[in-house]
């Protein structure tokens, strides 16, 4: 497969450290508020990279659910891959790309666990068949056949018939990643990118330093 000769030129408006937001957060606010309005299907689908205790990095496309606590917020199974790595190693990083709008976003930082009321919140917002897969699926497992996973959302479903609410399964919640370090990239012609990155540091006036990358 020779795929050497698919490109395409970038033609957007640059970014430069006098105009981005000196809140990391304020400025990815404006960009996720800029992918939801483009044609971008996902806007909020983000890769999740985690590192196992063999050091092999995995990564996988989850959808993120808010910006809250000084961090980003998904939801999963703890019990899940990126669910134990995480434990075992609280550090991961999330990759957005919105290729409409020739723009990415990197974030690196430590993870923690949201607090159970924050956790039942947004369980409780989910549609029921969504709330049942969570008791019902052992993510990351290997199941025979899909057969076997449809017995287990209809064992579920018998459990909670005439149930109006359904609790959060004990191994299900929700991960913050507190950034330290978060990168944006702007596409711009002939490959000479703009990358900002903004480094955690304590004494700078917003709490954050911007410094420029090479593309």
Known sequence: MDLSGQ???YDTPGIDAETVDSDPLAHFGRWM?????????EPTAVVLSTVGSDG??????VLLKGVSGGGFVVFTNY???????????????LTFTWAE?????????RVERTSGA?????????????????????????????????????????????TDVIPRPPHWGGLRLVPDR?????????????RLVYLLDDSAASGWRIERLAP
């Open 56 to 61: 092999r990095p995995s990564a996988r496309t």
């Open 182 to 194: 978060i990168e944006l990239w702007q596409g711009r012609a002939d490959r000479l990118h703009d």
């Open 101 to 109: 709008l020739s723009r990415q976003v990197r974030v690196e930082g």
């Open 118 to 162: 924050e956790s039942d919140a947004y369980f409780a917002t989910r549609p029921r068949g969504s709330q049942i897969g969570a008791w019902a699926s052992p993510q990351s497992e290997t199941i025979v056949d899909r057969d076997e996973l449809v017995a287990r959302v209809d064992e579920v479903s018998a459990r909670f018939e005439g």
């Open 7 to 9: 490109r395409r030129e």
């Open 33 to 41: 508020a800029d992918a939801q309005a483009s044609s971008t299907a």
């Open 79 to 93: 019990d899940s891959r990126k669910g134990r790595e995480v434990a075992a190693q609280p550090f991961a990083a």
